[in-house]
T-cell receptor, first 114, second 110 residues
């Protein structure tokens, strides 16, 4: 089944403890992206990647890192999480340039930082 | 980042009624997309619009790309309980960057 898989689905952590949220897609998509969803704000892009080793900042990149060492994987790293990063996170992928295909989203990771 | 104004924020309707929601922006977009998010899941693409004035249907859903390229609307006809969820508009003007509205939460009473 073609899908975007995120892990974990739920995570509670403490301020300052480094964490990684994994994302993997099995559709050989070139483009991958991370979004966070907060009430009343919709989805805001954190980082995106156009291909292996090519990443760029979205609208809210502060406090996050990403890497794209392989085409299928695009992990999101929080080096020192803070409570304002408590949110619902989505990884998404797209097969090619532009909006022709839209994004396929994962099921989300709900992160709570205390 | 870009701001998309999506309205209404929430709707409570009776099964069988038609629904209309819209999205406006201060910027011009090249593409408009409409997504639906079920509880506990990621958004799923419903309809994509690629040129101004375009009207596209997907079953009971119809969406239009506004002539000014700054707005779009989504209509759902004869709503059913499984239409419940959050509907997001998304606009794109730059290579592979999408901007999302804040969502319209739809509740359907059987």
């Amino acid at each position: 089944e073609a899908q975007v898989t995120q892990n974990p689905r739920y995570l509670i952590t403490v301020t300052g403890k480094k964490l990684t949220v994994t994302c993997s897609q099995n559709m050989n998509h070139e483009y991958m992206s991370w979004y966070r969803q907060d009430p009343g704000l919709g989805l805001r892009q954190i980082y995106y990647s156009m291909n292996v080793e090519v990443t760029d900042k979205g609208d809210v990149p502060e406090g996050y890192k990403v890497s794209r060492k392989e085409k299928r994987n695009f992990p999101l790293i929080l080096e020192s999480p803070s409570p304002n990063q408590t949110s619902l996170y989505f990884c998404a992928s797209s097969p090619g340039r532009g909006a022709t295909y839209g994004y396929t989203f994962g099921s989300g990771t709900r992160l709570t930082v205390v | 980042g870009q701001q998309l104004n999506q309205s209404p924020q929430s709707m409570f309707i009776q099964e069988g009624e038609d629904v209309s929601m819209n999205c406006t922006s201060s910027s011009i977009f090249n593409t408009w997309l409409w997504y639906k998010q079920d509880p506990g899941e990621g958004p799923v693409l419903l309809i994509a619009l690629y040129k101004a004035g375009e009207l596209t249907s997907n079953g009971r859903l119809t969406a239009q790309f506004g002539i000014t390229r700054k707005d779009s609307f989504l209509n759902i006809s004869a709503s059913i309980p499984s239409d419940v969820g959050i509907y997001f508009c998304a606009g794109q003007y730059n290579f592979n960057k999408f901007y999302f509205g804040s969502g319209t939460k739809l509740n359907v009473k059987p």
